[in-house]
């Protein structure tokens, strides 16, 4: 275990719960699972992709390990390493563990006469696997059979990564539901500067990632979150890099100033609305693609 009593501690307060033996795994009740208890929204993946916001489980298998500090990233970047260090938990152990810890942060809404009697039930059995909480899921080193353990018990599973294991998405045997790669830069001088990546040859683990992505025969996305004044630029080499990719969609999203970036970065850095339909709009017309669909309160636009 990599992280201290400390760090886990400051964790918990921010709403994470660890589960396991070795504490490397986590779940933290999302702003939208609780927003759609009460019928006060969804998550704009309900709206894109149709899962359930409220039966959706945020979890990370690998909180303390991830390849970058990326500048944008709303989480303690100082608790994080760039290998796995120490033993691991049994896939199985750890989604057991994450549905009840998600329940149990869950049961103050059964006092709540706002919640949806309806949601709220069916909130107690997830059926979605959101595996991008913290840290880069890939690292675990039973990433393939924690995708599989989930598919055995009817999840469907939406995975975020990095790119920086190429060597490790080629041999994924079990594709998720939807897998999701990161693009948050055009070129490699600005993604080194915004990413600031702690391995060496990130850009070009990024780009073997990105090429790999048309052998998955599952839901691919790029997703790309915009910083203003670092990496919404460079239109043509983004739209190469699209085409060159030939993704599923293409998920065009604010960063948001929250959390542990706002000691990296300035409310100025976070783009409006219509900055983002702007941005989104030029590299829909370079790349040959359609605005599919927006979520005005993510500030995300999803092409096609």
């Not at 059964?110 to 009697?117: Q, R, S, T």
């Not at 992505?213 to 990496?231: I, P, Q, W």
């Not at 409310?267 to 370079?286: C, H, L, R, T």
Request: proline fraction near 4%.
């Amino acid at each position: 275990m990599s992280l201290n009593a400390e760090n886990l501690k400051k964790l918990e307060k921010m709403g994470y719960r660890f589960v396991g033996n070795n504490k490397h795994s986590a779940a933290k009740v999302c702003h939208w699972t609780k927003k759609s208890i009460l019928d006060e929204g969804v998550c704009y993946k309900q709206k894109f992709y149709g899962i359930e916001s409220h039966r959706c489980l945020q979890i990370s298998p690998s909180v303390p390990f991830c390849h970058q500090k990326c500048l944008f990233c709303w989480r303690d970047l100082s608790v994080t390493e760039t290998q796995w260090k120490g033993d691991f938990d049994e896939p199985g152990e750890i989604i057991d563990g994450c549905i009840d810890a998600q329940r149990n942060l869950l049961c103050g809404f059964f006092g709540n006469e706002k919640a949806n009697p309806k949601k709220l039930q069916e909130s107690q059995d997830p059926n979605n696997a959101a595996i991008s909480l913290a840290g880069e899921p890939m690292l675990y080193p039973k990433i393939d059979d924690l995708i599989e353990e989930f598919h055995r018990r009817n999840f469907t599973t939406f995975l975020v990564t990095n790119g920086m294991t190429p060597e490790k998405l080629e041999n994924l045997k079990e594709e998720p539901t939807q897998l999701y790669v990161s693009l948050d830069a055009p070129n490699k001088e600005i993604y080194n500067k915004l990413c600031n990546p702690q391995v060496e040859n990130g850009w070009n683990n990024l780009n073997k990632s990105l090429d790999l992505l048309s052998s998955f025969d599952c839901r691919k996305v790029l997703r790309m979150t915009c910083v203003k004044g670092y990496n919404m630029q460079n239109v043509d080499e983004y739209a190469d890099i699209i085409k060159r990719t030939n993704p599923d969609f293409v998920e065009i999203k604010a960063y948001m100033f929250v959390g542990y970036s706002r000691k990296r970065l300035t409310f100025e850095n976070m783009p409006s609305n219509q900055e983002i339909y702007d941005f989104a709009g030029s590299v829909a017309e370079k790349c040959g693609l359609e605005i599919k669909d927006k979520a005005y309160e993510s500030r995300v636009v999803l092409l096609k």
